[in-house]
C-alpha cells in the first residue's frame, strides 16, 4: 500500500510540474505584463523598475522556480485588471463554485447510479424505456442550450425558481454560503441540474451497461441457485464489482464538474471562479488564467489521487499484485 501511495504522489507532483510549466509559459508568450500593468503612456524607466519588481529581469530558471515556490503558497501576483491579489480575488468566488460544484455532483452520482441500477434490473419495464430515452437528451444537448432552456421553463413561463445570481448569501468568516437561505437555494437548483445533467447520463449508462455484465456472469447464477434474494444478489453481489470500473469514471466526471462550470456560471451569471476566468481571457489576465489553470489541474491530480487508492481498496487483485512484489 505505501509503494503504491508513493508512485501515485510521485506521478501527481510530475503533472504539476507540467502543468506549473504551461502556466509560466503564459507570462512570456500571451503578452507583456509590463505593458498591460502600465499601458502605453509609462516612461521606460518606469517599466524597467516594475519589470525589476515583478522579477522579471532574473534569468527564466530563475523566475520559474519562483513562480513554483509562488505558487506552493498559494501566490500568483497581482491581476493586472483590477490591481489586486489574484488569490483573494479566487478565494472570495471559491465557495460559490465549490457549492455549485458539490451539489452537481452529488445530484449526478447518487441519481445516476440509482437510476443506472433501476435501468439495469428493470430493463423490460416501460419507466426503464423512458428513463433510457430521456437520457440522450442530456448527452446530446451542450450544456448551455440545456441552462437556457432551463432557464425559460422555470424562470420566464411557470416563474418558479430564479434565473440568474446566486441570491441572498450568509457571511461565515472566510466563507459564504447560499445554502442557508430560501433564495440561495432557489438560485442553486437550476444551475445545480444544469452542469450534472451530463454526468448524470454519463455515470447512468455505464452503471446500467456494468451491471447488465455482471448479471450476466457466472458467480450471480450460482447466487441464484444457492437461493439467494433477488436483493441480496442485485446489491451486495452484482453492484460491489459494477462500481469498481464506475469509480475511475466518476472520479474523472467530478474533475470535469469544476473544469467545465465555467459555462454554467456563464449562463446563469453565477459568481464564481469560472465567471472570473472568463472575465480574465476577455482582458488577458495572465496571473489570472495561470492561478485558474494550476487550480483546476490540482482539482485533477487531487480527485485522480483519490480514485487510485479507492480502486485499490475495492479491487483486491490490485492489493494481491501488490503484496506479490
Known amino acids: 500500500m505505501l509503494a503504491f501511495l508513493i508512485q501515485r504522489v510521485l506521478q501527481a507532483i510530475f503533472v504539476m510540474f507540467v502543468v506549473a510549466l504551461i502556466a509560466f509559459s503564459l507570462f512570456h508568450y500571451v503578452g507583456d505584463p509590463v505593458l498591460n500593468m502600465l499601458g502605453q503612456e509609462a516612461t521606460e524607466a518606469d517599466r524597467d523598475m516594475l519589470r525589476s519588481q515583478l522579477g522579471l529581469d532574473q534569468p527564466v530558471v530563475v523566475q520559474f522556480w519562483q513562480f513554483i515556490v509562488n505558487a506552493a503558497q498559494f501566490e500568483f501576483g497581482i491581476s493586472y485588471r483590477s490591481a489586486r491579489s489574484v488569490s483573494e480575488l479566487i478565494l472570495e468566488r471559491l465557495p460559490a463554485t465549490l457549492e455549485l460544484a458539490t451539489i452537481s455532483a452529488i445530484f449526478a452520482v447518487v441519481m445516476g447510479i440509482v437510476l443506472g441500477i ?130 475511475t469514471i466518476i472520479g474523472l466526471q467530478l474533475g470535469t464538474i469544476i473544469a467545465f462550470a465555467i459555462i454554467t456560471e456563464t449562463v446563469f451569471q453565477w459568481p464564481g471562479v469560472g465567471a472570473l476566468f472568463i472575465t480574465a481571457v476577455r482582458f488577458v489576465d495572465i496571473p489570472v488564467m495561470a492561478a485558474y489553470l494550476m487550480m483546476i489541474a490540482l482539482v485533477f491530480v487531487i480527485i485522480n489521487l483519490i480514485v487510485d487508492l479507492l480502486y485499490y481498496a475495492v479491487d483486491p487483485r490490485l492489493r494481491v499484485q501488490g503484496g506479490a512484489k
Do not use: C
Request: no cysteine; glycine share 10%; net charge positive.
Open 118 to 247: 433501476y435501468t439495469a434490473i428493470q430493463r423490460g419495464n416501460w419507466l426503464s424505456k423512458f428513463i433510457m430515452t430521456a437520457s440522450l437528451i442530456g448527452v446530446s444537448l451542450p450544456t448551455f442550450l440545456i441552462g437556457i432552456l432551463l432557464i425559460y421553463l422555470f424562470a420566464v413561463e411557470l416563474g418558479w425558481l430564479p434565473a440568474f445570481g446566486r441570491g441572498e448569501v450568509v457571511d461565515l468568516g472566510w466563507w459564504n454560503t447560499g445554502l442557508l437561505t430560501g433564495s440561495g437555494l432557489r438560485s442553486l437548483i437550476l444551475p445545480a441540474i444544469t452542469l450534472g445533467l451530463f454526468q448524470l447520463t454519463l455515470i447512468m449508462r455505464l452503471v446500467r451497461a456494468e451491471m447488465l455484465e455482471v448479471l450476466r456472469a457466472d458467480y450471480i447464477k450460482f447466487a441464484r441457485a444457492r437461493g439467494l434474494s433477488r436483493r441480496v444478489v442485485n446489491l451486495r453481489h452484482a453492484l460491489k464489482n459494477t462500481l469498481i470500473p464506475v469509480i
